[in-house]
């Protein structure tokens, strides 16, 4: 306790402040200092396996973020549902005139091994980058001394999003130890099911209505512009699930026996697939682009954003876009149907001269907010039908198999609609604020960002406006491969949330 004060005492003399006298270079100076006192709780964090589809792999992170989040002076409770829990942790103040909702992400998505350039995806390791581009393992100790805001820490869920959840732990403690009183109440819900599409989301929204009741949402969550520069988002995008597996033989069969007498699962799905875009990428089913006007004053909006749009084709290495829309962000104002992946036997050195039993493709359809997730599950639905497959949920019968020429397993699932948010709310102009403290200036403002996360339960069922402010580096490779968290994002990360927090309303 008293080297704790004593902390406290040195900073402040240090920097010769007091909370409500923070300026921009002191929140600079705090925000690399508390990032670096960060490091070992970040690594025992980042190092806790976190894959939902194995929800023995929860429970230690619900543990672990119980202990922290109490830690910070938070009260915890868990909200249960049929499979592993949302926490839910606050902070009350007497003389709160608003209650902020805070929404932080702490699963991640599954790992191939093979794919990561490190022992263990999990273990947080920190790399830089040579002259040739390639990405080194550098001494974890090397972050003890001075930090280079271009080194990264390389793990499973760096950036999406357990690194915006060690910001916000390391910005409550900075409002801690200057013992900022804020005039809101906060409290934070933790998802621990986001990337399986937080399936039990909804129903717990409405089963703990009450204790959920705020006056707005923040996200803490997604990677800033492609420019890195600050940046609010003020909707997402939703998202729904096809599986479509079209059957073929009851066994695989020989391609030099059998090849062009037993029709190929795999080309009819290759046919199928084909007829849903045109050639540009617009998609071909009618009604999908219904209801979707993209106004002079949107398009306003919408050129604010920077694009660099020949640098974004040069970063990804592509010749051409989609033909939706005029631009990057227009683009991202209509619904998107896309493929996720294709089985049918087997490739590479494991190739067999086969004719495969059936070839399935894992589809995903991204909604805005003018867009019913029921709707467009069911205008590609009937697009297959129209193309004279006949759909079943499960396996097919011997009957079926034996009637119908064109057989298809059919399943979908809608997980979450799309929100949006008016620039002109609230919440909008205290993040603003919160921002321009930091930073100097307004941040970029995206009207949708194109990936989705779970918020329309919160806004539809609390009634509440919600903005994502996403803090990590735009090429962190979330999702995929090696992903990671540059150190210079973190740390303005830290004084992002520490300088949004500290406005009052």
């Known amino acids: 306790m008293y080297k704790k004060l004593l902390l406290v005492f040195l900073v402040f003399t240090a920097i010769n402040i007091y909370p409500q006298e923070l300026k921009k270079q002191d929140l600079d100076k705090l925000s690399l200092k508390y990032a670096k006192e960060s490091f070992q709780e970040l690594y025992e964090f980042f190092s806790i396996s976190n894959d939902a589809n194995y929800p023995k792999q929860i429970e230690p992170n619900v543990k672990w973020c119980e202990k ?20 839910l942790a606050t ?4 003389k709160a005139r608003k209650t902020v909702l805070v929404y932080l992400q702490v699963d991640g998505q599954p790992v191939d091994t093979t794919k990561w350039h490190q022992p263990d995806p999990y273990i947080p390791t920190l790399k830089e980058q040579n002259a040739n581009g390639n990405w080194n393992i550098i001494p974890w100790n090397k972050l003890e001394g001075e930090i280079n805001n271009d080194w990264r820490i390389f793990s499973r869920s760096a950036s999406d999003a357990r690194g915006p959840d060690m910001m916000f732990l390391k910005a409550m403690d900075i409002l801690n130890d200057f013992k900022f009183k804020p005039d809101y109440n906060l409290k934070v819900i933790m998802d621990f099911e986001e990337e ?8 717990a929204v409405l089963e703990n209505k009450e204790l959920l009741a705020a006056d707005m949402l923040v996200i803490f969550d997604g990677p800033r512009h492609l420019s890195n520069q600050p940046t609010l988002s003020y909707g997402a995008r939703g998202i729904a699930e096809i599986t479509i597996e079209v059957f073929g033989p009851r066994s695989p069969l020989h391609s030099g026996n059998y090849g062009n007498y037993v029709p190929n699962p795999a080309m009819k799905l290759s046919q199928l697939l084909a007829t849903m875009w045109h050639e540009d990428g617009r998609v ?10 993209i106004s002079d004053e949107v398009k306003k909006i919408l050129k604010q954003v920077p694009d660099d749009e020949a640098q974004i084709q040069k970063d990804f290495g592509i010749a051409s876009t989609d033909n939706i829309g005029t631009n990057f962000q227009e683009a991202i104002q209509y619904p998107a149907l896309g493929i996720l992946g294709m089985e049918a036997a087997w490739v590479g050195k494991e190739t067999r001269t086969v004719i495969p039993a059936s070839a399935t493709a894992e589809m995903n359809i991204r909604l805005v907010k003018e867009t019913n997730g029921d709707r467009m599950v ?15 949920k499960g396996e097919p019968t011997e009957e079926e198999r034996l009637t119908y020429k064109k057989l298809a ?13 008016e620039f002109n709310t609230e919440v909008g102009e205290w993040l603003r604020k919160g921002m321009r403290y930091a930073f100097g200036e307004n941040p970029i403002q995206i009207r949708t960002m194109g990936g989705s996360i779970p918020i329309s339960p919160f ?14 580096n735009p090429d962190n ?12 994002n973190y740390i303005d990360g830290i004084k992002t949330i520490t300088a949004i927090l500290m406005q009052d309303f």
Not at 91 to 94: H, I, K, V
């Open 68 to 87: 922290a989040f109490s830690k910070r002076g938070f009260k915890t409770q868990r909200l249960e549902t049929s499979t592993v829990p949302l926490l």
């Open 91 to 94: 902070r009350e103040n007497l």
């Open 196 to 203: 399986l599409g937080s399936p039990n989301l909804p129903k």
């Open 284 to 293: 071909t089913i009618p009604g999908w682009y219904d209801g979707i006007t």
């Open 378 to 392: 069911s205008l590609v639905k009937k697009h297959v039908e129209n193309l004279g497959f006949h759909l079943i």
């Open 409 to 421: 397993r059919f399943n979908s699932k809608v997980s979450y609609g799309a929100f949006r948010t």
């Open 459 to 472: 806004v539809i069922t609390l009634g509440i406006p919600a903005v994502g402010v996403p803090t990590v």
């Open 477 to 488: 490779n979330q999702h995929s491969p090696n992903e990671n968290i540059r150190l210079g």
